[in-house]
T-cell receptor, first 114, second 110 residues
């Protein structure tokens, strides 16, 4: 299917465990993003990537690690999950050419850390 | 630093009662202003991109307009299926990283 997909859609884990959230896009967009969305905070940028092997921190990067070895994939890893990382995580991508930088979002992953 | 403020935070309308959502922004050189719709449990869905003051775009019952300081999302004769959270975002200068507002939660009663 064309578009942007995330897996898993729901995940329950325990404090201290490592968790990886997957994101895959089929448009060959150069930019990819990870956000978390919490009540009272709106969307907050965790990390973004301008191209394969190029990543940079966003507003709330602590406790998260990303990689981008292929243009179409952008996994987000929580190295040692904490309760404060319970949230809904959205992946997005954009073309980011000189005219258009509209972001397109995946369906989200709801993560619960017990 | 770019700033985006959306108002009101929540809006309740009767079916057919037209209204507008506001997005005020402060940026250094606007690249684009984006409107998204987000349904509960889903990711934001792209609606419009506006690039310059005076620009307008329409889609069904929605019309987005842009001035140098704010954007409005006008909803004409809304239906219950228009109920959602509407997000506004801006990008500026050489950055491809948009700044999002907190959103307006719209409920349309039948």
């Amino acid at each position: 299917d064309a578009g942007i997909t995330q897996s898993p859609r729901y995940k329950i884990t325990e404090t201290g465990r490592q968790v990886t959230l997957m994101c895959h896009q089929t448009w060959s967009h150069s930019y990819m993003f990870w956000y978390r969305q919490d009540l009272g905070h709106g969307l907050r940028l965790i990390y973004y990537s301008a191209a394969a092997d190029i990543t940079d921190k966003g507003e709330v990067p602590d406790g998260y690690v990303v990689s981008r070895s292929k243009t179409e994939n952008f996994p987000l890893t929580l190295e040692s999950a904490t309760r404060s990382q319970t949230s809904v995580y959205f992946c997005a991508s954009s073309e980011s050419d000189s005219r258009t930088d509209t972001q397109y979002f995946g369906p989200g992953t709801r993560l619960t850390v017990l | 630093e770019d700033q985006v403020t959306q108002s009101p935070e929540a809006l309740r309308l009767q079916e057919g009662e037209s209204s507008s959502l506001n997005c005020s922004y402060t940026v250094s050189g606007l690249r684009g202003l984006f409107w998204y719709r987000q349904d509960p449990g889903k990711g934001p869905e792209f609606l419009f991109t506006l690039y310059s003051a005076g620009e307008e775009k329409e889609k069904e019952r929605l019309k987005a307009t842009l001035t140098k300081k704010e954007s409005f999302l006008h909803i004409t004769a809304p239906k219950p299926e228009d109920s959602a959270t509407y997000l506004c975002a801006v990008s500026s200068g050489g950055s491809y990283i948009p700044t999002f507002g907190r959103g307006t939660s719209l409920i349309v009663h039948p």
